[in-house]
């Protein structure tokens, strides 16, 4: 009975690392044989990019998002305009804000030395941003591979899919439960803006115009407010930048939570976790009174995140150069 019991408990272990999609599984050792270097080749090179620039760890986390969210997990947000693609990168939440390609294409151009066409654009992005994590101070996991790289890109499912810093709180949560995450995915994931910046256009609405009424939002701590208003006037400065934690910019942490409960979440989409919903109140108290928690479940959630539709097995293709499809 017992040899019984723990060979029912790998299995479950075995399973637990594998991700079933499209009848293809995903799994860490994907690459074991076909590019056994892959991993460290990834990581060299995003560790020497976060050395030369903090903010690139944002960065490239962000990239893995807004692909995910359009068409899964297929590196689609990498292609650049040509003739039967137009381009994610113009739509309103990428249009001068998404950046890291070219880290992309350093590690792409690495891999095809080590191991022509075989590691897809789609797996580098998840595993650059599970390396930016880990450098910026935040938990590691591993990550399931094997991913395909899409032959197109959608502009109108970027412009539609990704959350924006001012929808409400129900229409960030309807695109999360789309793509089959959860509440407790919503509030771990917008964790991730523990590191970054945002723009001033992207906060502007809630400084001066909140709910049409021409004044600041009222759940934004006041202070804070004011000092932000310095750098990000009623008109122009549309791009200057703002740490979205404050605190510890550039360390992968928890006061991103604590922040909120002090009224001082930069987003209004940050900020309506902890004012909106007593579920994700409940949360961002946890995770503020608790990092390893977080932690853990953000691990969690990246995984679950990473396994949106990605294209598995003959579907897609791995492209040679990530902006462009394989002529």
Known sequence: MAQSTSITVFVVLIISTLAL?????????????????????????????VAKEARMAASLLRLHFHDCFVKGCDASILLDNSGSVISEKGSVPNRNSARGFEVIDQIKAALEKACPQTVSCADIMALAARDSTVLAGGPSWEVPLGRRDSLGASLSGSNQNIPAPNNTFQTILTKFKLKGLDIVDFVTLSGSHTIGNARCTS???????????????????????????????????????FFLDPVSPTKFDNNYYKNLIAKKGLLSSDEILFTQNQQTMQYVKQYAANQELFFQQFAKSMVKMGNISPLTGKSGQIRKICRKVNS
Do not use: E, H
């Not at 502007?204 to 004044?215: A, E, I, K, S």
């Open 21 to 49: 999609v499209n009848g293809s599984y995903l799994y860490p050792q994907f690459y074991d044989r076909s590019c056994p270097k892959a991993k460290d080749i990834v990581r060299s090179v995003v560790a020497k990019a």
């Open 203 to 241: 906060i502007r609405q809630r400084l001066y115009n909140n709910t049409g009424n021409g004044r600041p939002d009222f759940s934004l701590d006041q202070s804070y407010a004011a000092r932000l208003r310095q750098n990000c006037p009623r008109s122009g400065g549309d791009q200057n930048l």
